[in-house]
């Protein structure tokens, strides 16, 4: 197998990103996917698998040797046994979003290397925006570069949070809510988390906070870091995990306003 470097390995996932968001687009003009509950609670549709087994055919195609972890077809067995090359993809991030016609839908493809997260391509394909960035190459949208905002208090920082399907898991996160809406400027809840990322990465937010799963945040932690943006968890992570597949209690903020915002978020644990 030819040896990729990172900016082939970057301009290969925006293609494959920018491909899978041309099936979205086509599904939800043609509305005519179905719909079901994973484990009872989580919106998945027809379109989520299909566009899955696409870039997964997309990336074998380049890359056969390099596991892949995506929400509908791999495990998360990775978490805990960390391969020395991989593709982390979600091929619907905002999947609420896509059933009910809104705007914030992502393609989100990230590619690691030994635990280090090293290329992250998000596609918005009802936006029009394309995030891409690749280690020591900085990070840009829709090829223009970006960086974070200079917001340096708590009550100039503008922050986007999510929710878990589980209802019954939203009750604990009310106090870290109420606590950001007293002392920050506003919350946002966009319902995509690589986009809260990226918005991030390009001043749009100034701060985001939430545990997701590895799919949602690897490309949009890679773009965030490389605009500028301190990315970190509000707790420790486990040894053997790479932090960069980590999903708990991410905090990724404007650089200056970091400490602030981890410092209001543990204090109501």
């Known amino acids: 197998m030819a040896a990729y470097t990172l900016e082939a390995r970057l301009a290969l996932a925006v293609r494959i990103a920018e491909e899978a968001g041309d099936m979205i687009r086509r599904a939800r003009e043609q509305q005519d996917f179905s719909q079901h509950l994973k484990a009872g609670v989580e919106l998945v549709t027809d379109v989520d698998v299909a566009v899955d087994t696409l870039i997964s055919q997309r990336l074998e195609e380049h890359f056969p040797d390099e596991e892949k972890l995506s929400e509908e077809l791999s495990p998360e067995r990775v978490l805990h046994s960390p391969v020395e090359q991989l593709w982390v993809v979600d091929p619907i991030d905002g999947t609420v979003n896509f059933a009910q016609g809104l705007r914030h839908v992502a393609v989100s493809i990230g590619w690691m290397e030994e635990g280090v997260g090293k290329v992250g391509v998000v596609h918005a394909p009802f936006l ?14 829709n090829q223009k570069a970006i960086k974070p905002s200079d917001a340096q208090t708590l009550e100039d920082t503008l922050v986007a949070t999510g929710f878990p399907y589980d ?18 400027q506003d919350v946002r809840r966009n319902g995509a988390a690589a986009l809260d990322l990226c918005d991030v990465a390009c001043g749009r937010l100034d701060a985001y906070y939430e545990t997701v799963s590895p799919w949602d945040f690897v490309a949009g932690w890679v773009i965030a870091r490389e605009a500028g943006a301190r990315v ?5 992570v486990p040894e053997g995990v790479p932090a960069d597949l980590y999903p708990e209690q991410l905090l990724v903020t404007t650089p200056k306003v970091y400490d602030a915002m981890a410092s209001l978020l543990k204090r109501i644990d």
């Open 232 to 236: 970190g968890h509000l707790t420790a």
């Open 128 to 141: 029009g925006d394309t995030f891409s960035a690749a280690q020591g190459l900085g990070a840009f949208c």
């Open 167 to 184: 209802k019954s898991a939203r009750k604990q996160l009310m106090p870290r809510l109420e606590a950001v809406l007293a002392h920050c």
